[in-house]
């Protein structure tokens, strides 16, 4: 079965509240001291089904989705390779909590809806920044077989080779990134998912009952299970008629990387992902 296409907000629309235009009910309204409560983060490693995660959860009707926002996020070094992804407490600034509060708070007002969601991948290797901003964010961690994330990776630059001048192709880049750096596109992809993995499972104790953690696999086996914990951690409501909105199959692309992966890059992607690969339950 195909994957959802989602309510995706209309394009034109998003790209001109991304690049600052305020319809009348934001002139009026004095959104500029709007302040959003229990925001949603989606986040996990680039290439780990995120947008189809979040095309799924964001199929209930009382979510207000805007995502990626990579210039709301970063309007000053989004497109900066040099940039570090990393952020802690002590890169959030007034300036941009007060941007990122009144902006996402329009986009939920905008659409009547009780929540708010984003996901960016970035935001994998913020969560102190973002608690800092959203001290009652809940955020939902997608995680998928790392052999399949590295094989996804490499497909994507090589039908987009223009990502090779970039460092980590411009996906999100781990904590230590410049270290990371390899020749080898699937050493460092697999080097890339490890980082970020071990980031994000760092913060897991401290975020407690804010963190909720599901498998992308088990997702596009049993979506409407998957999805409605998912919705249920989050607080939103799940009865019958917002599971009907789910598809009960979502289509698993994660087998190609048996079939497309040498035998040699499985061999050196294990030995760099062993550890998480086991502790998440996937075959090794």
């Known amino acids: 079965m195909a994957e959802p296409d989602g309510d995706a907000p209309n394009k034109w629309r998003k790209f001109l509240f991304e690049a600052g235009y305020h319809p009348w009910m934001w002139l009026y309204g004095h959104g500029e001291r709007w302040r959003l409560h229990r925001p949603i983060f989606m986040i996990g490693c680039p290439r780990s089904g995120t947008g189809l ?6 199929r209930h009707p009382h979510v207000a989705n805007l995502s990626e926002a990579g210039d ?28 990122m509060h009144s902006r996402f708070e329009f986009w939920r007002r905008l659409h009547g809806a009780e929540r708010f969601i984003n996901k960016h ?36 630059i090589q039908r987009e080779p223009h990502r090779l001048r970039l460092p980590f192709w411009n996906f999100c880049k781990p904590p230590g990134w ?10 460092q992809a697999a080097l890339q998912w490890r980082e970020i993995l071990r980031y994000v499972f760092a913060k897991r104790a401290e975020l407690g009952a804010a963190y909720h953690q599901f498998r992308y696999e088990d997702l596009c086996v049993a979506p409407r299970q998957v999805v409605g914990r998912a919705w249920r951690f989050a607080g939103l409501r799940c009865d019958e008629s917002d599971l009907a909105r789910v598809p009960g199959q979502l289509e698993d692309r994660g087998y190609k990387w048996r079939k ?25």
């Open 260 to 284: 497309e992966l040498a035998p040699e890059q499985l061999e050196l992607i294990g030995r760099i992902q062993r550890e998480l690969l086991v502790e998440l339950g996937y075959p090794v």
């Open 121 to 156: 991948p970035r935001n994998s290797v913020r969560i102190d920044y973002l608690r800092a901003m959203f001290p009652d964010a809940v955020f939902l961690h997608v995680v998928r077989d790392g052999r399949a994330v590295v094989n996804s990776i490499l497909s994507r």
């Open 72 to 99: 709301l996020w970063d309007p000053r070094r989004y497109n900066d390779p040099e940039a570090d992804h990393v952020w802690t407490v002590n890169d959030v600034m007034p300036e941009d909590t007060r941007r």
């Open 178 to 187: 410049r270290e990371l750096l390899r020749d080898d596109p699937a050493e």
């Open 53 to 58: 995660a979040l095309r799924t959860f964001a």
